[in-house]
C-alpha cells in the first residue's frame, strides 16, 4: 500500500511547494506510450486542496452538465475514504470542470450526488496546457461531515484514497491508478485498494 503525507498549507497553496505523487500503475491495456498523470494534496483546517495534472495530446472533453458519465472523457479522479468505514466519495473531473460525484462503499451501492453550489464549495478551475491539462478544487470537511458527522482533521491522521487517470472513449483508452487494483477487469471503486493519505505538518 502506497502513502502520501498531505503538507499542511493555507487556501491559495503554492503548488511548486507540494510532493506528487505518480498515477503510473498502468493495467487492463496495452500502455498508452504518451499519457501520464501526478496528483498533488495539501491540506488546512478547512479542507483537503487537490491538484491534478495529466500528460495526453489527444484530450476528449465532450460532457458538459453534472453527473455525466465524465470517465468516457480525458478524467482525472480522486476517491477519497475519510475514515475506517469503507464508504468513499468519487471526485471525477474531465477538462470542462463537468463533475460526476459519488458515494459509497462500492460501485453497486454508490449513489450519485447533486451538489447544490457545487461550483462554489468545489471550485474547480481547469486549464488545457501545451502537453496536457489540469483540474485544481478543494474537498472542504464542512461537506466530508455531511456523511461522517464526527470526522476531525488533526495532523496525524490517516485517511484512505486513490487517484486515476482514464478515458474509456478517448482515442485509445486507458486506465492508470496510484495504488495498484486487484482486479481482472477495470473497476477503480474498490476502497480495499486505496493507499493512505495522511495528514501532515
Sequence with gaps: MRSYVLKKTGENPDWRTIDALRIDNLQWTEPPLDIRAQAQLCWDEDGIYVRLRAWETEIRAQHRGPMQSVCEDSCLEFFLRPTEDLRY????????????????????????????????????????????????????????????????????LAMYGNFYKCGDLTKKAHYLSWNPMRCETPQFHRPQDFGRLILGD
Design 89 to 156: 466519495f468519487n471526485f471525477e473531473f474531465n477538462p470542462n470542470c463537468a463533475l460526476y460525484l459519488g458515494f459509497g462503499e462500492n460501485m453497486p451501492a454508490l449513489t450519485r450526488l447533486a451538489v447544490q453550489d457545487e461550483a462554489e464549495i468545489f471550485r474547480p478551475l481547469a486549464e488545457y496546457l501545451p502537453d496536457g491539462w489540469q483540474i485544481v478544487y478543494r474537498v472542504p470537511f464542512f461537506f466530508i461531515r455531511r456523511f461522517f458527522p464526527d470526522f476531525t482533521p488533526q495532523i496525524g
